[in-house]
């Protein structure tokens, strides 16, 4: 069922049941994160491997203490200036939180979200919420109830629906090694803002390695049709004529293409418009069983940088 209603959300959690929930960065698939039970049932729900930790949504700075430990000072300036928002924190774990949530590591992901209903119904629950993006294992992000209902609708008995996600990309996530903060994931909150609080700050977003974070594999947020990612998608469309394609646009559409197959991020080349935007035009084209999606690569400027990451992973094949 899709609601609005905090109190019927709370019941269902009390028992250890799933709720899907609005966030200011994308839906989440929320349960009592201090709950085996609960968190078990994300990870079979989801399909989500059990070594891919989930980040712990809080009500308040007061409580970071109750789900980590060994706190930097760096992570405190990063909390007041942030939170509630799109920012993650990754710290040491404190005993208490299940393994089960941090996929058995020592640390610790969390963050206090900004949506009113999803902040009023932390704030009457007794317990935090283990919560990943509500979208299948490695399926593009929701921004809206109606993304949660296609991916789940029979298996949930609730999403509150707190209408379109105001940011649209997931957050940001900073952990800290040998005391120097570095970036994980890029996210909603723009590198800038993050460097104003702490100056210059490590990114170690790309998978080098062993990722730190899943969110660094490179197949993700993937759409089911192929897509491309490009500067150039005139003449990548025309390197495929033959082929039913679609496009997601930064700014402008193309005359020469069917209008109804293009999705414009923002006409006014608003990169935060275009951040809210999306995930939504990806699943807009994804629907429309194209044989190709061309992805338009956006400035490489602030939000810029995270959409363009989201669409390098989503055309990873
Ligand atoms: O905006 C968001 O962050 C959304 C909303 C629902 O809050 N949540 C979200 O969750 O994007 P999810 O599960 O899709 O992504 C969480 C990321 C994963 O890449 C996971 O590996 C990383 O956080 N993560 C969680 N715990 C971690 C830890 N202890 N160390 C490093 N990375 C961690
Ligand atoms: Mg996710």
């Given at each position: 069922?899709?609601?609005?209603?905090?109190?019927?959300?709370?019941?269902?959690?009390?028992?250890?049941?799933?709720?899907?929930?609005?966030?200011?960065?994308?839906?989440?698939?929320?349960?009592?994160?201090?709950?085996?039970?609960?968190?078990?049932?994300?990870?079979?729900?989801?399909?989500?491997?059990?070594?891919?930790?989930?980040?712990?949504?809080?009500?308040?700075?007061?409580?970071?203490?109750?789900?980590?430990?060994?706190?930097?000072?760096?992570?405190?300036?990063?909390?007041?200036?942030?939170?509630?928002?799109?920012?993650?924190?990754?710290?040491?774990?404190?005993?208490?939180?299940?393994?089960?949530?941090?996929?058995?590591?020592?640390?610790?992901?969390?963050?206090?979200?900004?949506?009113?209903?999803?902040?009023?119904?932390?704030?009457?629950?007794?317990?935090?919420?283990?919560?990943?993006?509500?979208?299948p294992f490695s399926s593009i992000s929701p921004t809206r109830a109606e993304h949660v209902a296609a991916y789940f609708g029979n298996q949930l008995e609730i999403i509150?629906?707190?209408?379109?996600?105001?940011?649209?990309?997931?957050?940001?996530?900073?952990?800290?090694?040998?005391?120097?903060?570095?970036?994980?994931?890029?996210?909603?909150?723009?590198?800038?803002?993050?460097?104003?609080?702490?100056?210059?700050?490590?990114?170690?977003?790309?998978?080098?390695?062993?990722?730190?974070?899943?969110?660094?594999?490179?197949?993700?947020?993937?759409?089911?049709?192929?897509?491309?990612?490009?500067?150039?998608?005139?003449?990548?469309?025309?390197?495929?004529?033959?082929?039913?394609?679609?496009?997601?646009?930064?700014?402008?559409?193309?005359?020469?293409?069917?209008?109804?197959?293009?999705?414009?991020?923002?006409?006014?080349?608003?990169?935060?418009?275009?951040?809210?935007?999306?995930?939504?035009?990806?699943?807009?084209?994804?629907?429309?069983?194209?044989?190709?999606?061309?992805?338009?690569?956006?400035?490489?400027?602030?939000?810029?940088?995270?959409?363009?990451?989201?669409?390098?992973?989503?055309?990873?094949?």
């Amino acid at each position: 069922m899709i609601t609005n209603s905090i109190a019927l959300a709370k019941q269902v959690l009390d028992r250890e049941e799933l709720v899907a929930v609005p966030t200011e960065t994308v839906y989440g698939l929320a349960g009592n994160a201090f709950s085996e039970v609960a968190v078990g049932k994300i990870f079979e729900l989801k399909q989500r491997p059990l070594f891919n930790p989930l980040i712990v949504h809080i009500r308040s700075v007061e409580f970071l203490t109750e789900v980590a430990c060994e706190i930097p000072e760096a992570a405190y300036r990063l909390a007041e200036a942030f939170w509630p928002g799109p920012l993650t924190l990754v710290l040491q774990k404190k005993e208490g939180v299940p393994d089960i949530v941090t996929a058995g590591k020592d640390t610790v992901a969390v963050r206090i979200p900004e949506h009113p209903l999803t902040l009023s119904l932390l704030k009457q629950l007794d317990f935090p919420l283990a919560a990943p993006s509500a979208n299948p294992f490695s399926s593009i992000s929701p921004t809206r109830a109606e993304h949660v209902a296609a991916y789940f609708g029979n298996q949930l008995e609730i999403i509150l629906d707190g209408g379109p996600c105001k940011r649209g990309i997931e957050s940001t996530i900073i952990g800290f090694e040998n005391g120097d903060p570095v970036i994980y994931r890029l996210g909603s909150l723009p590198l800038n803002e993050i460097q104003d609080v702490i100056g210059q700050i490590k990114v170690k977003n790309k998978a080098d390695s062993v990722p730190e974070a899943p969110g660094m594999l490179s197949r993700h947020y993937a759409p089911r049709t192929k897509t491309i990612f490009t500067g150039d998608p005139i003449n990548t469309a025309h390197l495929h004529s033959g082929k039913t394609v679609g496009f997601l646009l930064f700014d402008k559409r193309l005359e020469s293409f069917p209008p109804e197959h293009q999705e414009v991020l923002s006409e006014t080349g608003d990169l935060t418009e275009a951040a809210r935007n999306l995930y939504a035009a990806l699943h807009r084209l994804d629907k429309l069983d194209l044989e190709l999606i061309i992805a338009e690569r956006a400035p490489d400027t602030g939000l810029g940088k995270t959409i363009n990451d989201k669409l390098e992973r989503a055309s990873a094949h």
